[in-house]
């Protein structure tokens, strides 16, 4: 298996291409993927390359952390795993409970009903 590498502070207008034949003065380069925003499909100014082994993804650590690439130092170091999302699912919330006795809580609760 190969190293995973994050590739940030790139330029907005480099491709996968780009990425692919840069590292691939290194080694074999299994995948490059620059990350785009779902919407609009702009470049977010990172990316992950993966690299076939160990020794060729710190070859290219080594060599292009803080290189100039299109005007910008490009910062490369080995991915991190990816935390785990936390839920964003809705429920938990609301407006609160009580019953129809209760003068708390609730929406629209606690006014009598004339």
């Known amino acids: 298996m190969g190293k995973k590498l994050y590739v940030?502070?790139?330029?907005?207008?480099?491709d996968d291409q780009y990425l692919v034949d840069l590292f691939s003065e290194f080694g074999t380069v299994e995948s490059a993927r620059i990350v785009t925003d779902r919407e609009s499909g702009r470049s977010k100014g990172f990316a992950f390359v993966e690299m076939s082994s160990d020794t060729e993804a710190q070859a290219a650590i080594e060599k292009l952390n803080g290189t100039d690439q299109q005007g910008r130092a490009m910062n490369v170091s080995e991915a991190k795993p990816m935390a785990p999302r936390e839920n964003r699912g809705g429920g938990g919330g609301g407006f609160g409970g009580g019953n129809r006795n209760n003068s708390r809580g609730g929406f629209g609760g606690g006014r009598p009903r004339y």
């Open 8 to 14: 940030g502070n790139l330029s907005y207008s480099l």
